[in-house]
């Protein structure tokens, strides 16, 4: 069965970086996208980006470019979404959820969220 | 940026139904997909490309999209029913995944 297992939760210092897992098992890992998707405390869901499994190319929210960086590691079938100059309005839950194509498809599954505190 | 609007809430009691909108700006021409998300879960697409239904998706959960607006219908809601809804598109001109201000649907 398809599964998204994300790392565990984190706390860090304004300023400082994040870097967030997902690893994927039960699927062909290259022939999906993964989305990474964030949610503040008590508010809606925030697309952060895209990346190709396979190539490996990205695109992310004008909001946050310049500041994540997507990656793969094809070899274990794992994501990471690094978030750098870390504020407190960073504090959300992150999501990976994967898609069957870049464009008009649904997130058909999702991991089960990382905690990233921004807290001095 | 392309923005899609919800209704903040929603109260509905069992057995009738519950109609969610979602506007946005000529959505018709775009497919939407819904998600439900529970608290402390992660969400759940419930319905995509407008109308279809994920195997294991009740057929009380069915989706339109026209003109402005796209909808979420569910009949004979149930306790279980309650939860945040969200819309979704991908907005072509900007390469960009949007989703909705998010539903809060209580079952009274």
């Known amino acids: 069965q398809v599964q998204l297992v994300q790392s565990g939760a984190e706390v860090k210092k304004p300023g400082a970086s994040v870097k967030v897992s997902c690893k994927a098992s039960?699927?062909?890992?290259?022939?999906?996208?993964m989305h990474w998707v964030r949610q503040a405390p008590g508010q809606g869901l925030e697309w952060m980006g895209i990346?190709?499994?396979?190539?490996?190319?990205?695109s992310y929210a004008q909001k946050y470019q310049g500041r994540v960086t997507m990656t793969r590691d094809t070899s274990t079938g794992t994501v990471y979404m690094e978030l750098s100059s870390l504020r407190s309005e960073d504090t959300a839950v992150y999501y990976c959820?994967?898609?069957?194509?870049?464009?008009?498809?649904?997130?058909?599954?999702w991991g089960q969220g990382t905690l990233v505190t921004v807290s001095s | 940026s392309y923005v899609l609007t919800q209704p903040p809430s929603l109260s509905v009691a069992p057995g009738k139904t519950a109609r969610i909108t979602c506007g946005g700006n000529?959505?018709?021409?775009?497919?939407v997909h819904w998600y439900q998300q529970k608290p402390g879960q992660a969400p759940v697409v419930v319905i995509y490309?407008?109308?279809d239904r994920p195997s294991g998706i009740p057929e009380r959960f069915s989706g339109s999209n026209s003109g402005n607006t796209a909808t979420l219908t569910i009949s004979g809601v149930e306790a279980g029913d309650e939860a945040d809804y969200y819309c979704?598109?991908?907005?072509?001109?900007?390469?960009?995944?949007?989703f909705g201000t998010g539903t809060k649907v209580t079952v009274l």
């Open positions: 000529n959505i018709g021409s775009t497919s």
């Open positions: 490309y407008d109308s």
């Open positions: 959820a994967r898609v069957a194509a870049a464009g008009q498809e649904a997130f058909d599954y």
């Open positions: 990346i190709n499994t396979s190539g490996g190319s990205t």
């Open positions: 039960g699927y062909t890992f290259t022939t999906y996208y």
């Open positions: 979704q598109v991908w907005d072509r001109s900007s390469d960009h995944y949007v």
